[in-house]
């Protein structure tokens, strides 16, 4: 079953608005079987909504529409889809009762707009909106489904989950689907593509897979559609412990996207401790870290050594080796890992030097070059990576592959 998402509102076309519906609309509506066909974003006019309307619903089973069934002028939804599927507008007493409570409840008195929000088409279903003043519209055609909410996220959210869901329930018989990930660090997309060419060819039909991917991470989604949604996911763990004997290094998890999680609890579980020493990441990797409740519990500190003088004073680099062989380099990096290490008294630290962006670089090192060092109980290792050009990516890059280092170490 096809579905389709129009969010309406001119806020929404010129950044000023994040649409978050359409975000939380696709997981509930694919978590209950639904396929997203499609998103649009359009303009408060009747002409976007009628075009918009028109064509959803010639080519999808369902279609939830957001925003604009507000008070003012410019909400334009309701007498749009009106036209559309050629009701009469009327008052709905029930509705009427509920905004006047509500109004009246907050100390207001009722006004034209509010009055004009009990004013619904004639040839569609009232969903209730327990937290606002504008009801949602269910219409029928064609043996499809058009429902209008609010775009009020946390009012459309609650018409959805309370109303919305079951009754689309009762409508249709939803297929069970299946969306399993796979989460890599270590290689980007193309190498990854080429790793596991085998295993992906030979994968069932009944499989799809797609890559996602962000600055140091490939995320592998395993989906399947069917009846049995023991048979699916049987068919998809199968495929994925394949998948795991193909690249074991590189897969770091199928439930925890979270590196910052993931490294706390490898932490946790060998009680072990950690500090970090920072120079192109500016405290990024700090940042990952320390977002997680209980991070306190094995992470210590860091050292934020932008400066060579910071360097050399509180990580104990050598000043010879900072001028023979630079702060970017493979003995900087691995000083800077064990200054951090001994001065924080922890077993394992993590150090980073590089040039992030978007100037400093030079032909010997260019921008996005970055050396990486983990001290460990055992000793200290360390690997240079080239990035990219520009600066956000590069730094985030780098301390994803930082905890990823680690990640193999713990």
Known sequence: MNLDIISIGDELLIGQTLNTNA??????MNAIGFT?????????????????VEHAMSNADVVL????????KDDLTMPALNKYFGGELVRDEKVYQHIEQLVTSRGFVMNQNNQDQAIVPNNCEVVHNANGTAPG???????????????????????ITDTIIPW?????????IINQMVYTQGLPESMLVEKIADWENALPETIKLAYLPSPGRVKLRLSSLGKDREMLQRSIDEQIEQL???IPQYIYSEEQEDMGMLIGELLRKNKATLATAESCTGGYIAHLITRVAGSSEYYKGSVISYANEIKINELNVKLEDLEQFGAVSQQVVEQMALGVQQKMKTDYAIATSGIAGPTGGTDEKPVGTVWIAVATPKGVFSKKY????????????????ALGMLRGCV
């Open 23 to 28: 975000h939380w609309i696709s997981k509930e």
């Open 36 to 52: 997203i066909r499609e998103h649009v974003s359009i303009a408060d006019t009747e002409e976007a909504i009628l075009n918009a």
């Open 65 to 72: 529409v957001t925003g604009g069934l507000g008070p003012t």
């Open 137 to 159: 519209l269910w219409f029928e055609k064609n043996n499809k489904v058009l429902v209008a909410m609010p775009g009020v996220p946390y009012e459309t959210k609650a018409m």
């Open 168 to 176: 689309l329930k009762q409508q249709y018989e939803l297929p069970e």
């Open 244 to 246: 795991k004997a193909v």
């Open 386 to 401: 080239v990035f990219g050009k520009l600066r956000d990516v590069n730094i985030e890059r780098a301390a994803i592959t």
